[in-house]
């Protein structure tokens, strides 16, 4: 039957073209979801850098104290040389040996930081080299994506007056069927009845529907699901 040709030929393009259109697609996915796990990185970056900045003040408030306590020490390590009475000699003393026993104990607790900071930075640098690896990989997959997807928009573009000539030859019923199926089914709506089934649903039909496909003289649709069927 021609209409069955006419049908297929527009059938055909109008899948090329929805075909172009998901490679498209899948490859604009392709790039947000590259987006996501850049910015999930950048988002890593903050608690780290939040750590980081606590440790530095941390840092310098027992620098701090330990610059005050050396300093008392210095005074009173002055008192201690200019001291007269044998008491006062030993009680300045004792002074001295308690605020350098606090400051080892400050100048521990500044080590511990410092090593925590280090391996702050060390994840972090880990982190940005990762981060870096990865927009370099973006770059590289947005430039190839938009490269392919404009050979893609070319092709669409070719084929959209054949699409709409094609269409114009298509007997209004089977357009009409084509129009309302397709939105659900795809693009496959003439299909081959070869071997007894719809190449649709693959539903068995029986043999008096087969017989009547072979003889090209009305439009069959499978029962099932409504798809146009051609020996
Ligand atoms: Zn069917």
New binding site residues.
């Given amino acids: 039957m021609e209409k069955l040709d006419q049908l297929r030929q527009y059938q055909d393009l109008f899948a090329k073209i929805e075909l172009f259109r998901s490679e498209i697609d899948k490859r604009n996915q392709k790039v947000s979801e590259f987006e996501e796990k850049v910015a999930q990185m950048l988002a890593e970056r903050a608690p780290h850098e939040e750590r980081m900045e606590q440790g530095r003040g941390l840092a310098r408030k027992f620098e701090a104290d330990i610059a005050d306590l050396e300093s008392k020490i210095a005074k009173t390590q002055d008192q201690l040389s200019s001291a007269t009475q044998a008491s006062e000699y030993s009680g300045l003393r004792g002074q001295i040996e308690k605020y350098e026993a606090d400051k080892s104990a400050l100048e521990e607790n500044l080590l511990t930081i410092f090593s925590k900071i280090e391996e702050i930075e060390g994840g972090l640098s880990d982190l940005d080299q990762r981060l870096g690896n990865a927009r370099d990989e973006y770059q590289e997959l947005k430039s190839r994506v938009m490269e392919e997807n404009s050979d893609f928009e070319k092709e669409i573009g070719q084929m959209e007056a054949p699409l709409r000539e094609a269409r114009e030859t298509v007997d209004e019923e089977l357009l009409e069927i084509f129009d309302r199926l397709q939105p659900s089914l795809g693009s496959k709506i003439l299909?081959s009845a070869a071997g007894g089934t719809?190449g649709?649903?693959?539903?068995s039909l029986a043999p008096q529907l087969m017989e009547r496909i072979r003889q090209q003289k009305e439009v069959i649709c499978?029962n099932?699901?409504?798809?146009v069927l051609q020996c």
Avoid: I, N, T
């Avoid at 649709?200 to 539903?203: D, E, I, K, S, T």
């Avoid at 099932?224 to 798809?227: K, L, S």
């Fill in positions: 299909v719809c649709g649903c693959h539903v499978c099932f699901c409504g798809r």
